[in-house]
């Protein structure tokens, strides 16, 4: 035996194998040939992955989707603090700062998610002078927009990997669930059967969120969730699909239906017999849940022409919303009518407010029920550009992720396409192009798309104090 091989297992011996050797492992007798262990096989054990633990920033961060996203000071009124939204902002810009953390860098968001939602808030905020309403735009971009592509940042930089973004889909499921149960608990049914709200969102508003995160149950389902977790899973999801069908929402209903399309046909990684199970237990469940006067509502959905919003004879039905939403991007461009200005431009703009000033008569400001006919009109031609852009990218990234190697990361990118189609197709009726839900997700795909790239796997963690890596040498020593 050499005499360094020797050495080598007095020491391991001495420290029992939970201490890193204090020498480097490059000497030509620690090889596979000479009965030790390679250089390679130390360096990949070094620093073997360990559970990624909660810490101050993940906390903060939780709390501030919870405000940001599901308005828990709506629904909760008791734990209301003036100003927390902003301050729980500021402390994770803050803590992202004093991170020493090599994953977790605000100079390494270079994706093309990233740029084009910077160009939005660039076109939003050059749009504030000549809007129709200035000082509404312009508190609209502060207290409003630019947060939630701060959202989008703070998310996507605090991603150190799959482990995180998991955490983050629990809560998505967590806050879901609590904003079904506050409104099946404090709203009212109306004399159609729809579910009137008493919080943030609306009813359509509601059945949006509900199907663009029912695909993060699916990924949750999977191991390491136990039976306690699963068990969760499905009072969640009773709870949700509950409150679902008493939305009424159509929109939300075709929605439902693409993403169960998308899970039955387009979902890799998971059985074919599991992903059917569980398309036809949140069907069994609405079937159950829901009132016959839903079912009533949805087949209208076959009869456009009896619904007055496809007719195109009233003035406030979504089709003619439309048509107007594009002769104010066709009249003006370059910026729009201004950012958030939409409503304005129907009370001013419109032809029929026009006429019904001369009578001193008022027309109904109408939000855009689109977002894509709202982002035209408020931001101009180059807004609808760069919002487009925007979720092009956003399945493109996933597309890339979903075809790389590691198998939690393609998984989590197929759940996060059901929910990113889920949105889009479900905001079609909506007016939420600036919603904070829309950017907490791109925020999860551009943090998913780091943690699974290449360069982010070779970046070693920071360590805890005063705990020592395993010790890559402890066995194939002579």
């Known amino acids: 035996m050499h005499p360094e091989s020797r050495?080598?297992?007095?020491?391991?011996?001495?420290?029992?194998?939970?201490?890193?050797?204090?020498?480097?492992?490059?000497?030509?007798?620690?090889?596979?040939?000479?009965?030790?262990?390679?250089?390679?096989?130390?360096?990949?054990?070094?620093?073997?992955?360990?559970?990624?633990?909660?810490?101050?920033?993940?906390?903060?961060?939780a709390?501030?989707?919870?405000?940001?996203?599901?308005?828990?000071?709506?629904?909760?009124?008791?734990?209301?603090?003036?100003?927390?939204?902003?301050?729980?902002?500021?402390?994770?810009?803050?803590?992202?700062?004093?991170?020493?953390?090599?994953?977790?860098?605000?100079?390494?968001l270079k994706q093309p998610v990233v740029r084009a939602a910077l160009v939005l808030l660039l076109l939003a905020t050059l749009s504030i002078p000549g809007s129709l309403y200035p000082r509404y735009s312009a508190i609209f971009v502060v207290k409003d927009y630019m947060r939630s592509v701060a959202l989008m940042l703070m998310i996507a930089a605090s991603i150190r990997g799959v482990g995180d973004l998991r955490r983050l889909a629990w809560l998505q499921i967590v806050g879901v669930?609590?904003?079904?149960?506050?409104?099946?608990?404090?709203?009212?049914?109306?004399?159609?059967?729809r579910l009137v709200v008493l919080t943030y969102y609306n009813s359509n508003d509601l059945a949006l969120l509900i199907v663009s995160t029912l695909p993060l149950t699916l990924y949750l389902w999977r191991r390491p969730t136990g039976l306690v977790g699963r068990a969760v899973l499905l009072a969640a999801a009773s709870c949700v699909m509950m409150t679902f069908?008493?939305?009424?929402?159509?929109?939300?209903?075709?929605?439902?239906?693409?993403?169960?399309?998308?899970?039955?046909?387009?979902?890799?990684?998971i059985a074919t017999s599991k992903r059917v199970a569980a398309v036809a237990l949140l069907a069994i469940l609405l079937v159950a849940l829901a009132s016959d006067r839903y079912f009533t509502r949805i087949q209208t959905i076959l009869n456009p022409s009896a619904d007055y919003n496809w007719r195109g004879k009233s003035e406030t039905g979504r089709m003619e919303i439309w048509k107007r939403g594009i002769d104010y991007m066709m009249t003006y461009p370059v910026l729009g009518?201004?950012?958030?200005?939409?409503?304005?431009?129907?009370?001013?703009?419109?032809?029929?407010?026009?006429?019904?000033?001369?009578?001193?008569k008022g027309f109904r400001w109408s939000a855009a029920h689109n977002p894509f006919i709202q982002i035209g009109a408020e931001l101009g031609v180059l807004g609808l550009i760069a919002f487009v852009a925007l979720l092009v990218r956003a399945f493109r990234t996933l597309s890339k992720v979903r075809r790389g190697p590691p198998a939690e990361s393609a998984v989590l990118a197929q759940s996060l396409t059901a929910c990113l189609v889920g949105f889009v197709?479900?905001?079609?009726?909506?007016?939420?192009?600036y919603a904070a839900y829309l950017y907490m997700l791109l925020g999860m795909i551009v943090g998913l798309a780091r943690a699974a790239s290449p360069r982010q796997a070779?970046?070693?963690?920071?360590?805890?104090?005063?705990?020592?890596?395993?010790?890559?040498?402890?066995r194939g020593l002579t």
């Open 337 to 360: 009518v201004g950012v958030g200005a939409f409503p304005v431009a129907e009370g001013t703009l419109a032809p029929e407010a026009r006429e019904l000033r001369w009578y001193g």
């Open 63 to 108: 709390l501030l989707v919870f405000v940001q996203v599901w308005r828990i000071h709506d629904l909760l009124p008791g734990i209301a603090m003036p100003g927390l939204p902003v301050l729980c902002t500021l402390a994770v810009l803050f803590l992202l700062v004093l991170d020493q953390d090599p994953r977790r860098r605000l100079d390494s």
């Open 7 to 61: 050495l080598r297992r007095a020491w391991v011996a001495r420290i029992g194998g939970t201490h890193p050797l204090p020498f480097a492992t490059t000497s030509p007798y620690t090889t596979a040939q000479g009965g030790g262990v390679g250089t390679a096989e130390c360096t990949a054990s070094a620093v073997t992955p360990r559970r990624l633990r909660w810490d101050t920033l993940q906390v903060v961060l």
């Open 177 to 193: 669930t609590l904003c079904c149960a506050v409104s099946l608990a404090r709203g009212q049914v109306d004399a159609d059967g």
């Open 458 to 474: 070779h970046v070693p963690p920071t360590l805890d104090p005063g705990v020592p890596p395993r010790l890559c040498l402890t």
């Open 425 to 433: 197709v479900g905001a079609f009726f909506s007016s939420v192009a």
């Open 245 to 269: 069908g008493r939305t009424g929402s159509r929109g939300g209903f075709l929605a439902f239906v693409v993403v169960a399309g998308y899970l039955l046909a387009g979902f890799r990684g």
